[in-house]
């Protein structure tokens, strides 16, 4: 009878395992070394390394069996490539944006920009600064300086003109000039042109008669633009209208006796108004002042005729007066 065989501790058991893994791994290195050399010791005659190819060469199983169908895989493999990827549906519900057209909202907070002393901007005053930069902006810029093609100033003939008076006022010249000649370059308010040349609103606002260059107003920025009007377009079309210097001076001295009559009527209808206020007040005082007589039994008397008559005297004034009793 054969004695039983002895157990193995577990430490034992884990090292048995152990080297039985490592002594399969060596067969199967030893075999596939045996198959590589066979395999180059006997070639496949059509050059495709064997039945199943070299092992170190990659071969397509779907190959074409004619040039346009080769054509027709290669596109098919190009559009592959350039499809978008699928969208993993683990991800859940999301939507893509376009990032270039995103706005930068500054995640819903008030910055410094957006205040004005101790007020906040509001929306429309933002978006109307935002209007004046770009338009600033568009005015600023300036075309290249080329000697044959470039305009010159009309004063002094230099190439460095204001390029602002040449897009807003089609006036050729320089900022030099412009500061020499004030009297024909110098800018007008609104307000100026119809005070000292007698325009109108609009005459004004037509841009093809009088063109204008708007600027932020300097009191406030919740004002309206100032609309600004060059000098020598402004006389042009003043001398047009009144017949020339003269005749608008002859208005506007006609304008100033007309306000000068109209001031005194004023003056004097206020003064008409006044003294009949005061002739009431007068009047009124008159009422006031008006005595009425209290008067009161002070005697009595008898006629000869034995009639009882009362003596009476008003304690106000000392009028006296006779009453026949009854």
């Known amino acids: 009878m054969s004695a039983p065989a002895p157990s193995l501790t577990p430490s034992q058991a884990r090292l048995a395992a152990l080297n039985r893994l490592k002594a399969k791994n060596k067969i199967i290195q030893s075999n596939n070394v045996e198959s590589s050399s066979s395999s180059s010791r006997n070639p496949n005659p059509n050059g495709n390394g064997g039945a199943n190819g070299h092992p170190y060469v990659h071969k397509a199983n779907n190959v074409p069996s004619t040039s346009r169908n080769m054509v027709q895989a290669q596109q098919q493999s190009k559009e592959e490539t350039q499809a978008p990827l699928r969208r993993d549906p683990g991800l859940g ?4 944006y376009d990032l270039s057209k995103l706005h930068n909202s500054r995640g819903g ?11 906040i901007k509001s929306v429309i005053e ?17 075309p290249a300086i080329r000697i044959d093609k470039s305009p010159r100033c009309e004063e002094c003939n230099t190439l460095e003109i204001n ?7 089609d006036v050729k010249v320089c900022k030099t000039c412009e500061k020499k000649f004030p009297e024909k370059y110098s800018l007008l308010t609104k307000t100026e042109c119809k005070e000292d040349y007698l325009l109108t609103d609009p005459e004004l606002k037509d841009e093809d008669l009088l063109p204008h260059l708007l600027r932020p107003n300097p009191h406030a920025s919740t004002y309206s633009n100032m609309m600004l009007f060059l000098r020598i377009q402004v006389e042009k079309v003043a001398w047009d209208k009144w017949g020339g210097e003269e005749g608008l001076d002859k208005e506007w001295e006609r304008r100033e006796v007309f306000k000068k009559r109209k001031r005194e ?3 004097e209808q206020g003064l008409r108004d006044l003294r009949k206020r005061t002739r009431n007040n007068i009047y009124q005082r008159k009422q006031e002042a008006e005595h ?6 002070i005697d009595e008397m008898i006629d000869d005729q034995g009639d009882k008559r ?7 004034c000392g009028s006296e007066k006779e009453i026949e009793v009854l």
């Open 163 to 169: 390029n602002q008076f040449l897009k807003v006022f």
């Open 265 to 267: 009527e004023k003056f």
């Open 93 to 96: 519900k999301y939507f893509e």
């Open 310 to 316: 009362v003596l009476q005297r008003c304690f106000g």
């Open 126 to 142: 933002l978006a109307r600064e935002k209007a004046r930069e770009k338009q600033m902006m568009r005015e600023g810029e300036e």
């Open 109 to 119: 907070f008030l910055t410094e920009e957006d205040k004005e002393g101790d007020r």
């Open 292 to 297: 009425i007589h209290q008067f009161e039994d």
